[in-house]
């Protein structure tokens, strides 16, 4: 069956910076588009980042461009997620999701942002 395991949350300053993983298995890595989306308390889901597997083709939230960075390995059946100058407002649970809106996704990620 489908997984996916996020790790590499916690609570760290504003400024700080934090790397997130997701692990995958279950179905087929290479061409598709794997998304990295978030929800703040209170909020519903926002979609961060994307990439593209096979080509490593990005997108990013204007919220985030410039300060996060999508990868992936295709040998490990992997996406991360590279947070710097993270700020209060990245508070959210953090989810790795084979669609943008976040319908399959993984059990999610705690960040905290807070001084």
């Known amino acids: 069956q489908v997984q996916l395991v996020e790790s590499g949350g916690g609570l760290v300053q504003p400024g700080e910076s934090l790397r997130l993983s997701c692990v995958t298995s279950g179905f087929t890595f290479s061409h598709r588009w794997m998304y990295w989306v978030r929800q703040a308390p209170g909020k519903g889901l926002e979609r961060v980042s994307s990439i593209y597997t096979s080509t490593g083709s990005t997108s990013y939230a204007d919220s985030v461009r410039g300060r996060f960075t999508i990868s992936r390995d295709n040998a490990k059946n992997a996406v991360y997620l590279q947070m710097n100058s993270l700020k209060s407002e990245d508070t959210a649970v953090y989810y790795c999701?084979?669609?943008?809106?976040?319908?399959?996704r993984g059990q999610g990620t705690q960040v905290t942002v807070s001084s």
């Open positions: 999701a084979l669609d943008p809106l976040g319908d399959s």
